[in-house]
């Protein structure tokens, strides 16, 4: 009998230390969604749409953490729909129906703007689309960067990710000049970029930041400075990410924990290899290498 009771009181402490952010209400099977989607605007304000799928029966659908406002269900004419809230907003019960349903609620406090940076800590175990404000290009998840160039947002599977993006965002476009060649450098960041150094014996860009765990992107011309990189904070190798190499350019990603001065340095510079000699060996080791082969042979 004690053995039964120390069962028990096991289970409940469990079911109790279970973290409120992934505690869910259950009374009935998952609708199938079409789609979730997270409209942002550029003020931080959040609206969800979800496209249900038709029931056969009573289904319940989750609904994205946070403050819930404005909950409604309805058809695709706009007709309103009856549903029920199951605890504290964490879900709702949809009734069955011959066609799709529209949900759609907003969400506040659940997105925070530090010195210029929106950041978002995002939990929902759905495909989500994320709409993104239209000032915003540059966004980063899990501090990886993502360029969105003319596209409007991005798509989320099994969806948990540190979201961060900037609105009007700081650009710094420092000029290069070596010889009779002018290049630019452009800086992207929510601090000051200050003292701005190429150095073309140690193939090296520098500049100094003036605050800590800013993220701060480096637009470098691969003419001027060729990959692969090495990435130092004072006399410290840091993490970088290297990403969106066009053919001219190629997109690089810090994020240092403090102040300080940030070394990028390459592996040839202007003049020493020019971009296009890189293709010219690769066509002459295709014209090259069938003769080379007919040679051995004999």
Not at 260 to 266: A, C, D, F, T
């Amino acid at each position: 009998m004690n053995s039964k009771v120390f069962v028990i009181l096991v289970i409940i402490s469990l079911v109790f230390v279970i973290p409120t952010a992934y505690a869910q209400v259950s009374i009935a099977d998952k609708a199938n969604q079409k789609l979730v989607e997270v409209r942002i605007d550029s003020e931080g304000n959040v609206h969800v749409t979800h496209v249900i799928d038709s029931l056969k029966k009573p289904k319940q659908v989750e609904l994205i953490s946070g403050t819930i406002s404005d909950i409604s269900l309805t058809d695709k004419e706009g007709n309103e729909r009856q549903l029920s809230i199951l605890g504290d907003n964490d879900a709702v019960l949809i009734l069955p129906s011959n066609d799709d349903s529209i949900l759609q609620y907003k969400v506040d406090n659940v997105i925070l703007e530090i010195d210029g940076t929106w950041t978002w800590d995002f939990l929902y175990l759905q495909s989500t689309n994320f709409i993104l404000p239209k000032e915003v290009d540059l966004l980063f998840v899990n501090e990886r960067p993502v360029f969105l160039d003319d596209k409007k947002g991005i798509a989320c599977h099994g969806c948990q990710m540190l979201l961060e993006y900037s609105i009007n965002e700081s650009k710094s476009y420092e000029d290069v000049k070596w010889e009779e060649e002018k290049f630019v450098v452009e800086i992207r960041s929510q601090t000051d970029i200050e003292q701005f150094v190429f150095d073309q014996p140690s193939k090296s860009i520098s500049f100094e930041i003036t605050e800590e765990n800013r993220l701060v992107t480096t637009i470098i011309p691969l003419e001027l400075l060729w990959e692969p990189y090495t990435v130092f904070l004072d006399d410290e190798k840091i993490l970088f990410h290297q990403y969106i190499n066009n053919g001219t350019h190629i997109w690089l990603n810090i994020k240092p924990d403090t102040s300080g001065q940030v070394s990028i340095i390459g592996t040839t510079v202007v003049p020493e290899f020019p971009i296009i000699a890189p293709l010219t060996i690769g066509f002459l080791m295709i014209l090259v290498l069938p003769f080379m082969k007919k040679f051995n042979l004999r």
